[in-house]
Protein backbone atom coordinates (compact mmCIF):
# COMPACT_ATOMS: atom_id res chain seq x y z
CA UNK A 1 0.00 0.00 0.00
CA UNK A 2 3.19 2.36 0.83
CA UNK A 3 5.10 1.55 -2.07
CA UNK A 4 5.82 3.08 -5.52
CA UNK A 5 7.35 3.72 -8.19
CA UNK A 6 10.26 5.96 -8.82
CA UNK A 7 11.77 7.11 -11.60
CA UNK A 8 15.12 9.06 -11.81
CA UNK A 9 16.18 11.08 -14.89
CA UNK A 10 19.16 13.78 -13.89
CA UNK A 11 18.01 15.63 -10.70
CA UNK A 12 14.43 14.71 -11.21
CA UNK A 13 12.24 12.02 -9.67
CA UNK A 14 8.89 11.01 -11.23
CA UNK A 15 7.02 9.36 -8.32
CA UNK A 16 4.40 6.23 -10.39
CA UNK A 17 4.93 8.47 -13.13
CA UNK A 18 3.26 11.51 -13.22
CA UNK A 19 4.23 13.50 -10.00
CA UNK A 20 8.13 15.05 -10.58
CA UNK A 21 9.86 15.96 -7.52
CA UNK A 22 13.07 17.79 -7.67
CA UNK A 23 15.82 14.97 -6.07
CA UNK A 24 16.17 15.58 -2.35
CA UNK A 25 13.05 17.66 -2.27
CA UNK A 26 11.33 15.11 -0.10
CA UNK A 27 13.66 14.30 2.18
CA UNK A 28 13.89 18.02 2.42
CA UNK A 29 9.88 17.95 3.38
CA UNK A 30 10.94 15.57 6.38
CA UNK A 31 13.62 17.14 7.53
CA UNK A 32 11.22 20.45 8.19
CA UNK A 33 8.24 18.11 9.56
CA UNK A 34 7.52 18.76 13.13
CA UNK A 35 5.97 14.74 14.20
CA UNK A 36 9.30 13.95 15.06
CA UNK A 37 9.10 14.02 18.95
CA UNK A 38 5.68 13.12 19.45
CA UNK A 39 6.35 10.21 17.37
CA UNK A 40 9.65 9.21 19.50
CA UNK A 41 8.36 10.13 23.23
CA UNK A 42 5.22 8.15 22.22
CA UNK A 43 7.26 5.25 21.12
CA UNK A 44 5.15 4.88 17.72
CA UNK A 45 6.92 1.87 16.79
CA UNK A 46 6.69 -0.32 20.15
CA UNK A 47 3.02 0.06 19.38
CA UNK A 48 3.31 -1.10 16.55
CA UNK A 49 5.04 -3.72 17.23
CA UNK A 50 2.80 -4.68 20.38
CA UNK A 51 -0.26 -4.28 18.35
CA UNK A 52 1.17 -6.91 15.20
CA UNK A 53 1.98 -9.30 18.16
CA UNK A 54 -0.99 -8.91 20.44
CA UNK A 55 -3.87 -9.43 17.18
CA UNK A 56 -2.11 -12.19 15.83
CA UNK A 57 -4.96 -15.16 16.31
CA UNK A 58 -4.13 -18.47 17.62
CA UNK A 59 -5.37 -21.42 19.21
CA UNK A 60 -3.13 -21.04 21.96
CA UNK A 61 -2.84 -17.15 22.60
CA UNK A 62 -2.85 -15.31 25.50
CA UNK A 63 -6.61 -15.30 27.31
CA UNK A 64 -6.57 -11.62 28.17
CA UNK A 65 -5.30 -10.46 24.08
CA UNK A 66 -8.38 -12.77 23.54
CA UNK A 67 -10.50 -10.88 25.88
CA UNK A 68 -9.34 -7.60 24.79
CA UNK A 69 -9.19 -8.15 21.13
CA UNK A 70 -11.48 -5.90 20.19
CA UNK A 71 -10.37 -2.69 21.95
CA UNK A 72 -6.69 -3.40 21.13
CA UNK A 73 -7.89 -3.36 17.13
CA UNK A 74 -9.19 0.10 18.28
CA UNK A 75 -6.05 1.31 19.56
CA UNK A 76 -4.26 0.40 16.79
CA UNK A 77 -6.82 2.03 14.54
CA UNK A 78 -6.50 5.43 16.23
CA UNK A 79 -2.78 4.72 16.36
CA UNK A 80 -2.84 4.35 12.31
CA UNK A 81 -5.33 6.63 11.37
CA UNK A 82 -2.85 9.18 13.33
CA UNK A 83 -0.07 7.94 11.25
CA UNK A 84 -2.41 8.20 7.93
CA UNK A 85 -3.21 12.23 8.61
CA UNK A 86 0.69 12.64 9.09
CA UNK A 87 1.65 10.82 5.61
CA UNK A 88 -1.34 12.54 3.66
CA UNK A 89 0.09 16.15 4.46
CA UNK A 90 3.66 14.32 3.17
CA UNK A 91 5.15 13.52 -0.09
CA UNK A 92 5.17 11.81 -2.35
CA UNK A 93 1.94 9.92 0.19
CA UNK A 94 -0.29 13.54 -0.11
CA UNK A 95 -0.28 13.07 -4.02
CA UNK A 96 -0.53 8.94 -3.79
CA UNK A 97 -2.41 7.94 -1.44
CA UNK A 98 -5.77 9.39 -1.58
CA UNK A 99 -8.72 6.82 -0.43
CA UNK A 100 -6.97 4.09 -0.92
CA UNK A 101 -5.61 3.15 2.31
CA UNK A 102 -6.48 -0.20 3.89
CA UNK A 103 -7.22 0.19 7.09
CA UNK A 104 -7.55 -3.09 9.93
CA UNK A 105 -11.08 -3.00 10.23
CA UNK A 106 -11.38 -3.63 6.65
CA UNK A 107 -8.67 -6.82 6.93
CA UNK A 108 -10.51 -7.82 9.59
CA UNK A 109 -14.29 -7.99 7.71
CA UNK A 110 -12.57 -9.78 5.30
CA UNK A 111 -11.89 -12.92 7.86
CA UNK A 112 -15.04 -12.81 9.32
CA UNK A 113 -15.34 -16.61 10.12
CA UNK A 114 -12.98 -16.01 12.81
CA UNK A 115 -15.34 -13.20 14.78
CA UNK A 116 -18.53 -13.01 16.36
CA UNK A 117 -21.38 -11.44 14.68
CA UNK A 118 -24.88 -12.08 16.29
CA UNK A 119 -26.15 -14.40 14.05
CA UNK A 120 -26.99 -17.92 14.12
CA UNK A 121 -27.44 -21.16 11.95
CA UNK A 122 -31.13 -20.09 11.07
CA UNK A 123 -29.92 -16.33 9.65
CA UNK A 124 -27.75 -17.68 7.32
CA UNK A 125 -29.89 -21.16 6.61
CA UNK A 126 -32.88 -19.19 5.42
CA UNK A 127 -31.54 -15.70 5.00
CA UNK A 128 -33.21 -14.49 7.65
CA UNK A 129 -31.11 -10.73 7.66
CA UNK A 130 -30.39 -8.19 4.95
CA UNK A 131 -28.81 -4.52 4.78
CA UNK A 132 -31.58 -3.37 7.44
CA UNK A 133 -30.14 -5.88 10.46
CA UNK A 134 -28.09 -4.27 13.08
CA UNK A 135 -26.78 -5.82 15.75
CA UNK A 136 -24.10 -5.09 18.45
CA UNK A 137 -21.90 -6.23 16.25
CA UNK A 138 -22.10 -4.56 13.09
CA UNK A 139 -24.61 -4.73 10.34
CA UNK A 140 -26.08 -6.48 7.30
CA UNK A 141 -24.53 -5.60 4.01
CA UNK A 142 -24.96 -6.54 0.51
CA UNK A 143 -21.94 -7.76 -1.88
CA UNK A 144 -21.66 -7.45 -5.36
CA UNK A 145 -23.08 -11.13 -6.07
CA UNK A 146 -26.48 -10.05 -4.17
CA UNK A 147 -25.37 -12.52 -1.04
CA UNK A 148 -25.61 -10.53 2.40
CA UNK A 149 -23.22 -10.60 5.57
CA UNK A 150 -22.57 -8.79 8.70
CA UNK A 151 -20.01 -5.99 8.26
CA UNK A 152 -18.38 -5.82 11.29
CA UNK A 153 -17.56 -3.03 13.79
CA UNK A 154 -17.28 -5.14 17.25
CA UNK A 155 -14.36 -7.79 16.69
CA UNK A 156 -15.36 -10.51 19.52
CA UNK A 157 -13.23 -13.34 18.42
CA UNK A 158 -14.35 -16.39 18.70
CA UNK A 159 -12.81 -18.91 21.26
CA UNK A 160 -9.28 -19.32 19.78
CA UNK A 161 -9.21 -22.90 20.98
CA UNK A 162 -12.30 -23.55 18.85
CA UNK A 163 -10.60 -22.62 15.53
CA UNK A 164 -10.84 -25.61 13.96
CA UNK A 165 -6.84 -25.93 12.63
CA UNK A 166 -7.32 -29.30 11.33
CA UNK A 167 -9.43 -28.29 8.40
CA UNK A 168 -7.15 -27.51 5.42
CA UNK A 169 -9.51 -24.41 4.78
CA UNK A 170 -9.91 -22.90 8.05
CA UNK A 171 -5.81 -23.06 8.67
CA UNK A 172 -5.02 -21.94 5.35
CA UNK A 173 -7.36 -18.60 6.14
CA UNK A 174 -5.53 -18.39 9.57
CA UNK A 175 -2.24 -17.92 8.03
CA UNK A 176 -3.63 -15.72 5.55
CA UNK A 177 -5.13 -14.03 8.26
CA UNK A 178 -2.32 -13.54 10.55
CA UNK A 179 0.27 -12.58 7.45
CA UNK A 180 -2.32 -9.68 6.09
CA UNK A 181 -2.00 -8.46 10.06
CA UNK A 182 1.45 -8.61 9.77
CA UNK A 183 2.08 -7.06 6.95
CA UNK A 184 -0.34 -4.30 7.63
CA UNK A 185 1.47 -3.24 10.82
CA UNK A 186 4.58 -4.28 9.20
CA UNK A 187 3.82 -1.29 6.38
CA UNK A 188 3.67 1.66 8.97
CA UNK A 189 6.82 0.48 10.93
CA UNK A 190 8.61 0.92 7.59
CA UNK A 191 7.51 4.37 7.55
CA UNK A 192 7.95 5.05 10.88
CA UNK A 193 11.42 3.85 10.84
CA UNK A 194 12.46 5.72 7.94
CA UNK A 195 10.69 8.93 9.47
CA UNK A 196 13.17 8.96 12.48
CA UNK A 197 16.12 7.87 9.70
CA UNK A 198 15.48 11.71 8.55
CA UNK A 199 15.79 13.27 11.65
CA UNK A 200 18.57 10.68 13.63
CA UNK A 201 20.45 9.99 10.74
CA UNK A 202 19.98 12.29 7.67
CA UNK A 203 19.67 15.07 9.50
CA UNK A 204 23.18 14.99 11.94
CA UNK A 205 24.98 13.83 8.70
CA UNK A 206 24.17 16.74 6.67
CA UNK A 207 24.46 19.51 9.68
CA UNK A 208 27.53 18.23 11.77
CA UNK A 209 29.60 16.81 8.83
CA UNK A 210 28.32 17.82 4.91
CA UNK A 211 28.03 21.47 5.67
CA UNK A 212 30.82 21.97 8.15
CA UNK A 213 32.95 24.27 5.69
CA UNK A 214 29.75 25.70 4.69
CA UNK A 215 30.36 25.07 0.77
CA UNK A 216 30.24 21.84 -1.47
CA UNK A 217 32.83 19.28 -0.64
CA UNK A 218 35.12 17.73 -3.03
CA UNK A 219 34.03 13.84 -3.57
CA UNK A 220 36.88 12.90 -1.29
CA UNK A 221 35.81 14.76 1.18
CA UNK A 222 31.95 13.38 1.26
CA UNK A 223 33.48 10.30 1.02
CA UNK A 224 35.79 10.99 3.87
CA UNK A 225 32.49 12.37 6.39
CA UNK A 226 30.55 9.47 5.47
CA UNK A 227 33.28 7.14 6.74
CA UNK A 228 33.91 9.60 9.91
CA UNK A 229 29.97 9.63 10.74
CA UNK A 230 29.40 5.94 9.83
CA UNK A 231 32.53 5.17 12.39
CA UNK A 232 31.28 8.30 14.94
CA UNK A 233 27.77 7.64 15.25
CA UNK A 234 25.66 4.71 16.45
CA UNK A 235 22.97 5.60 14.18
CA UNK A 236 24.60 5.79 10.96
CA UNK A 237 23.72 4.49 7.24
CA UNK A 238 25.20 1.37 7.13
CA UNK A 239 22.11 0.00 9.09
CA UNK A 240 20.07 1.42 6.25
CA UNK A 241 19.67 -1.34 3.99
CA UNK A 242 18.65 -0.07 0.10
CA UNK A 243 15.96 -2.34 -1.30
CA UNK A 244 14.53 -2.65 -4.62
CA UNK A 245 11.56 -4.34 -5.46
CA UNK A 246 12.19 -3.88 -9.35
CA UNK A 247 14.74 -2.08 -11.31
CA UNK A 248 14.59 -1.51 -15.42
CA UNK A 249 14.55 1.53 -18.14
CA UNK A 250 11.23 3.51 -19.02
CA UNK A 251 10.54 6.31 -21.34
CA UNK A 252 8.78 9.05 -20.05
CA UNK A 253 7.53 12.46 -21.15
CA UNK A 254 9.75 15.32 -19.34
CA UNK A 255 8.59 18.81 -17.71
CA UNK A 256 9.46 20.01 -21.82
CA UNK A 257 7.20 17.01 -22.98
CA UNK A 258 10.01 15.69 -24.59
CA UNK A 259 10.71 12.16 -24.00
CA UNK A 260 13.15 11.15 -21.11
CA UNK A 261 14.81 7.79 -20.25
CA UNK A 262 14.37 7.37 -16.47
CA UNK A 263 15.89 4.47 -14.46
CA UNK A 264 12.58 2.72 -13.26
CA UNK A 265 12.74 1.44 -9.87
CA UNK A 266 10.31 -0.09 -7.22
CA UNK A 267 10.32 0.65 -3.60
CA UNK A 268 8.51 -1.18 -1.14
CA UNK A 269 9.89 1.05 1.85
CA UNK A 270 10.37 4.29 2.30
CA UNK A 271 13.32 4.14 3.69
CA UNK A 272 15.22 2.79 0.56
CA UNK A 273 13.30 5.46 -1.74
CA UNK A 274 15.58 8.20 0.75
CA UNK A 275 18.51 6.28 0.93
CA UNK A 276 18.56 6.45 -3.10
CA UNK A 277 17.63 9.40 -3.71
CA UNK A 278 19.91 11.07 -1.15
CA UNK A 279 22.94 9.32 -2.80
CA UNK A 280 22.07 9.01 -6.34
CA UNK A 281 22.35 13.09 -6.72
CA UNK A 282 24.92 14.25 -3.55
CA UNK A 283 27.88 14.21 -5.95
CA UNK A 284 25.87 16.54 -8.16
CA UNK A 285 25.35 19.10 -4.84
CA UNK A 286 21.44 18.18 -4.49
CA UNK A 287 21.47 18.69 -0.78
CA UNK A 288 18.98 19.66 1.95
CA UNK A 289 20.87 22.96 3.70
CA UNK A 290 19.94 24.25 7.06
CA UNK A 291 19.12 28.03 6.89
CA UNK A 292 20.47 29.81 9.16
CA UNK A 293 17.92 32.79 9.50
CA UNK A 294 14.74 30.86 9.72
CA UNK A 295 16.44 27.75 11.11
CA UNK A 296 14.57 25.42 8.47
CA UNK A 297 15.86 23.51 5.79
CA UNK A 298 15.88 23.97 1.77
CA UNK A 299 16.93 22.11 -1.35
CA UNK A 300 20.29 23.75 -2.44
CA UNK A 301 19.87 22.70 -6.23
CA UNK A 302 23.57 22.12 -7.60
CA UNK A 303 25.04 25.56 -8.48
CA UNK A 304 25.79 28.07 -5.90
CA UNK A 305 26.17 27.16 -2.61
CA UNK A 306 23.94 29.17 -0.38
CA UNK A 307 23.75 29.09 3.93
CA UNK A 308 19.93 30.86 3.68
CA UNK A 309 17.10 29.85 1.58
CA UNK A 310 14.74 32.40 -0.31
CA UNK A 311 11.74 32.03 1.64
CA UNK A 312 9.86 35.76 2.54
CA UNK A 313 9.66 36.99 5.74
CA UNK A 314 6.31 37.01 7.62
CA UNK A 315 7.42 40.30 8.65
CA UNK A 316 8.90 41.48 5.77
CA UNK A 317 7.61 39.73 2.86
CA UNK A 318 9.29 41.97 -0.11
CA UNK A 319 12.56 40.56 1.29
CA UNK A 320 13.85 36.80 1.73
CA UNK A 321 16.17 35.06 4.74
CA UNK A 322 18.42 35.16 2.00
CA UNK A 323 18.59 38.87 1.24
CA UNK A 324 18.74 39.84 4.95
CA UNK A 325 20.47 36.95 6.44
CA UNK A 326 23.38 37.36 3.29
CA UNK A 327 24.06 40.82 4.57
CA UNK A 328 23.96 40.59 8.06
CA UNK A 329 26.55 37.65 7.74
CA UNK A 330 28.53 40.14 5.84
CA UNK A 331 28.19 42.32 8.79
CA UNK A 332 29.20 40.65 11.41
CA UNK A 333 32.04 39.26 9.59
CA UNK A 334 33.20 42.61 9.09
CA UNK A 335 32.78 43.73 12.43
CA UNK A 336 35.10 40.26 13.98
CA UNK A 337 37.29 39.28 11.01
CA UNK A 338 40.56 42.36 10.52
CA UNK A 339 40.85 40.49 6.89
CA UNK A 340 36.59 41.19 5.85
CA UNK A 341 36.92 44.64 7.80
CA UNK A 342 39.48 45.60 6.01
CA UNK A 343 38.29 44.06 2.57
CA UNK A 344 34.90 45.64 3.14
CA UNK A 345 36.74 49.36 4.06
CA UNK A 346 38.76 48.92 0.99
CA UNK A 347 35.87 47.78 -1.27
CA UNK A 348 34.34 51.13 -0.16
CA UNK A 349 36.65 53.25 -1.13
CA UNK A 350 37.27 51.72 -4.58
CA UNK A 351 33.58 52.45 -5.07
CA UNK A 352 33.57 55.48 -4.20
CA UNK A 353 36.29 55.98 -6.35
CA UNK A 354 34.26 54.44 -9.29
CA UNK A 355 31.21 56.48 -8.35
CA UNK A 356 33.13 59.93 -9.16
CA UNK A 357 34.25 58.74 -12.43
CA UNK A 358 37.90 58.21 -11.18
CA UNK A 359 37.96 54.48 -12.18
CA UNK A 360 36.12 52.80 -14.98
CA UNK A 361 33.56 50.43 -14.90
CA UNK A 362 36.39 47.87 -16.52
CA UNK A 363 38.71 48.81 -13.89
CA UNK A 364 36.32 48.65 -11.14
CA UNK A 365 35.63 45.01 -12.06
CA UNK A 366 39.23 43.79 -12.69
CA UNK A 367 39.80 45.23 -8.86
CA UNK A 368 36.75 43.59 -7.63
CA UNK A 369 38.40 40.12 -8.58
CA UNK A 370 41.92 40.68 -7.53
CA UNK A 371 40.48 42.13 -4.18
CA UNK A 372 38.03 38.74 -3.58
CA UNK A 373 41.35 36.67 -4.78
CA UNK A 374 43.69 38.07 -2.33
CA UNK A 375 40.79 37.92 0.15
CA UNK A 376 40.61 34.20 -0.27
CA UNK A 377 44.11 34.37 0.50
CA UNK A 378 44.70 36.23 3.20
CA UNK A 379 41.95 33.70 4.53
CA UNK A 380 43.47 30.54 3.73
CA UNK A 381 46.76 31.77 5.23
CA UNK A 382 48.54 31.84 1.99
CA UNK A 383 49.56 35.56 2.47
CA UNK A 384 50.52 37.37 5.67
CA UNK A 385 48.01 40.12 7.03
CA UNK A 386 50.58 43.14 6.17
CA UNK A 387 50.99 42.08 3.10
CA UNK A 388 47.55 41.49 2.42
CA UNK A 389 46.54 45.14 3.61
CA UNK A 390 48.96 47.05 1.70
CA UNK A 391 48.33 44.97 -1.39
CA UNK A 392 44.28 45.93 -1.33
CA UNK A 393 44.22 49.38 -0.69
CA UNK A 394 46.05 50.18 -3.94
Known sequence: MFGFKAYFWNSDVYINEK?????????TAYLNDKHYDSLSQQDYIYQLKYFKRHLTVSQDMDYQDYKNYNSTVYKAMSLTESLNKIMKKLPPYNKILGNQIVKLDDILNSYGYFFEDGLDYEDYAYGQFDEDTVN???????NEMGNYSMHLYKFQLCEPKYIEVENDDIRHSLHELNQTISGFFDMYI???TAYFQVHEIYKPFLTEYFHQKETFPTGSETAEY??????????????????????????????????????????NDFSSFLYYDFFNVIRQNYVPNLCKNCGKFFLIKGSWYYTYCDRKLKNEPNKTCRDVGSKRRYDDRCKTNPIWQTYNRAYKAHYARYMKKKMTVAEFEEWSRFASEIRDRALAGQIPYEQYYDDIRK
Do not use: H, P, Q
Not at 19 to 27: N, Q
Not at 136 to 142: N, S, T
Open 19 to 27: YRFSSCEIL
Open 136 to 142: EYGVGEK
Open 190 to 192: KFV
Open 226 to 267: FNDFNTSKAKNFIKIKCKMESFGYKALKGKNGDLILCEEIGF
